[in-house]
């Protein structure tokens, strides 16, 4: 269904050099998503998981193909998605099997299209010609379809609950039956007893439909309950991929490991490891995790210490592996 090989996505950053040093100013580059390969199969649900700035977006606007990717290829149903240009494949077939739903149904909303407008407007952009009638039809069906009442259709947006109107944004992305949803965290901007209805209903349309997932979040709790196989990012690199109860009993990698004992318990849990951005904790020192990732402005001290291996580009830490060798 969706294989994806090499995919590379180097940003241009400015360099630290002076322009009076030999060599001059060069450019820099921050390898947002780095020779990354995946494949997903039809009907899977994959999640991909990972610390803020590890490139998930970039990741999925590569293959939304809202980027135009450094290197690499996007195989979506047999078509190489990665050679239509970024302008053709809003119009192009294979967007209309690759659809998207986005993380906050406020921002991706239009405010001046109706529910009505919203759910109907991949049909009239992709799909065949329809009247009046047929489309009023279609979409009190989709309404139906994601527990929406068809009443609110001619509602706008700011007419909505927030559970109404990440209802909505499924309805516009299942409107042409398509084969793949890649979904950017799509329950983040709601409160926790919508999210948990919105998920379970997203776990239906996935069974009814048949569609493969590319589910993105950083709640690894609301992958486990969706996804039969998850991805952990890191620095721009799948570091470790497996079933999901694989995942989750016998993490691997040293950053899954940390991620899953970061998953909030009851107890304290006196084996967690500290992730990025928060303070080493006596019990668990963790030499080896850079806490500054993408935020250090200009690589400090203390996280040289934190992370020994950590090597700072201009305003970003850019390394290979902060963590020792890892069996592949
Ligand atoms: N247009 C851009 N120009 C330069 N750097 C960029 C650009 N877009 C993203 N980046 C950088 O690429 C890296 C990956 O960003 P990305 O948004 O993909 O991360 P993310 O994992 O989705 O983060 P979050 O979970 O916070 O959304 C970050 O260091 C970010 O600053």
Redesign the pocket.
């Known amino acids: 269904m969706l294989q994806v090989t090499n995919l590379t996505k180097f ?1 241009p ?1 400015a360099a630290k050099t002076p322009r009076w040093m030999p060599g001059g100013k060069q450019t820099q580059y ?1 390898h ?1 998503v780095d020779g990354l390969d995946l494949t997903i199969q039809p009907g899977e649900s994959v999640g991909l998981v ?10 999925i606007r590569l293959i939304s193909r809202l980027l135009e990717p450094t290197a690499g290829a996007i195989l979506f149903d047999g078509v190489d998605i990665g050679q239509i240009p970024v302008g053709d494949f809003s119009h192009s077939a294979q967007r209309a099997k690759l659809q998207m739903v986005f993380q906050d149904p406020s921002d991706s909303l239009n405010p001046r299209f109706t529910a009505f407008d919203t759910i109907t407007e991949p049909i009239r952009r992709l799909g065949s010609k329809q009247d009046q009638r047929r489309l009023q039809q279609r979409a009190t069906e989709l309404a139906q379809q994601v527990g929406l009442p068809p009443e609110l259709l001619s509602r706008f947006p700011h007419q909505l609950s927030g559970g109404q109107k990440a209802r909505v944004g499924i309805a516009r992305a299942i409107a042409l039956n398509p084969t793949m949803l890649i979904l950017d965290e799509p329950t983040s901007a709601l409160d926790v007893s919508v999210q948990a209805v919105i998920l379970h209903l997203l776990a239906d349309l996935r069974k009814q439909m048949n569609i493969s997932y590319l589910f993105i979040s ?1 709640d690894l709790n609301v992958v486990r309950l969706l996804c039969d196989r998850i991805l952990v ?1 890191y620095l721009g690199k799948l570091v470790e991929t497996g079933p999901t109860d694989d995942i989750f009993n016998h993490p691997r990698h040293p950053y899954t490991q940390a991620l899953i004992s970061a998953i909030p318990a009851f107890e304290a849990n006196p084996h967690r490891i500290p992730l990025t951005g928060e303070p080493r904790s006596p019990i668990n020192p963790s030499p080896n995790i850079c806490r500054l990732y ?1 935020r250090c402005p200009k690589g400090d001290d203390g996280c040289q210490q934190a992370a020994p291996n950590l090597q700072p580009i201009n305003d ?1 830490h850019q390394v290979a592996c902060h963590y020792p060798a890892y069996p592949q």
């Open positions: 940003f950053v921050l947002a990972g610390e803020s700035g590890c490139g998930k977006s970039t990741l950083h990012m993408g970003y």
